[in-house]
């Protein structure tokens, strides 16, 4: 009876032991440590190592180009080799469409630039935006973001500040719409020519007008007209915003004919365009062809922000 009791007690201390959650992670880490040297003589890991640098594009720090000013970074791309093998494991086959990708951060990122003004996103980027600049044109915005709707594009709207004040339901229309808002200086002056005292009040009442009509924070700064001087662009800075300005032009102020600014557009348009446009009855007429022409180049459309992070587009 005691060598049977003894007996229960040893069996019940090894149950235990082996269970012991300390002893199952100690287990689990060394299958785990031992399923790499398995993976090395499997010709199937070879071969997705050894086809892995085909597919391995380096990552694009951002920077300051001499004519484009402030480039966006835009993340690399690489083979996730185990993710990669797990799929195609149970097949023991190559297979190019069961490889799974990683990005990869570049070093160096927008934020880490001086106060710069942006002229265009990434030139890899099968992307480009639509600035629409809002001082006026009332009459044409519902046209404009019922297209936007109908083909699921989302822009940037740049508000200034006395017509948010003016408008606060087309403002909040705007936003409900899910588009981003921008801010446009308060009343449209030549920055260029204001003081930094000046141009700080034009900027930070225009941020407080659209964050109490819309709830939304500006981080995007477009100066009218696109006048602006070094100053300009630092006291942007200061309240965390960067400037943007434009790649494509559609000057659609002069009131253009819809063939004349589509041709304007589409001639130039590319990877990373930011295209300019104005709340007028020539870009109210224009833009549903425009956004299929463009989205037939291959080319996303999103917003500024979209634009300006670094995830890169895989098709």
Avoid at 7 to 25: E, G, Q, R
Avoid at 114 to 137: E, Q, S
Avoid at 218 to 231: K, L, M, N, Q, T
Avoid at 296 to 310: A, F
């Amino acid at each position: 009876m005691k060598k049977a009791v003894i007996l229960v007690i040893i069996c019940l201390a090894a149950w235990i032991s082996v269970n012991n959650p300390i002893v199952n992670k100690y287990v689990a880490a060394l299958k785990e440590s031992a399923l790499p040297a398995a993976k090395q003589s499997d010709p199937l890991y070879q071969s997705i190592i050894k086809n892995s640098s085909t597919y391995e594009i380096p990552p694009s720090d951002a920077k300051v180009d001499s004519v484009w000013k402030a480039i966006p970074g835009y993340n690399g791309l690489k083979i996730d080799i185990a993710a990669s093998y797990k799929n195609m494991r149970k097949k023991g086959v190559y297979d190019e469409k069961k490889l799974v990708f990683v990005q990869t951060k570049p070093k160096v990122h927008l934020q880490d630039l001086p106060p710069t003004p942006i002229y265009k996103g990434h030139p890899d980027k099968p992307m480009v935006t639509f600035i629409i600049n809002v001082a006026w044109g009332n009459e044409y915005l519902s046209e404009m973001l019922a297209t936007l709707k109908n083909h699921n594009v989302s822009a940037s709207f740049f508000l200034e500040g006395n017509w948010v004040k003016k408008n606060p339901e087309l403002a909040k229309m705007i936003v409900s719409a899910g588009h981003e808002v921008g801010n446009h200086s308060y009343s449209h002056p030549d920055m260029k020519q204001l003081t930094a005292a000046q141009a700080r009040e034009q900027i930070i009442k225009t941020n407080e007008i659209i964050e109490a009509a819309t709830g939304e924070k500006c981080v995007w700064f477009a100066p009218p007209s696109g006048s602006y001087r070094d100053e300009t662009i630092k006291v942007a800075a200061e309240q965390n915003m960067k400037t943007v300005m434009w790649t494509v032009d559609t000057v659609d102020w002069r009131k253009p004919s819809p063939e004349v600014l589509i041709n304007r557009v589409m001639s130039k348009i590319d990877k990373g365009s930011m295209v300019l446009m104005h709340p007028t009855e020539a870009t109210a007429k224009s833009l549903d062809r425009l956004i299929t022409l463009i989205e037939q180049k291959d080319l996303q459309i999103g917003t500024v922000t979209e634009l300006m992070n670094e995830e890169r587009i895989i098709k």
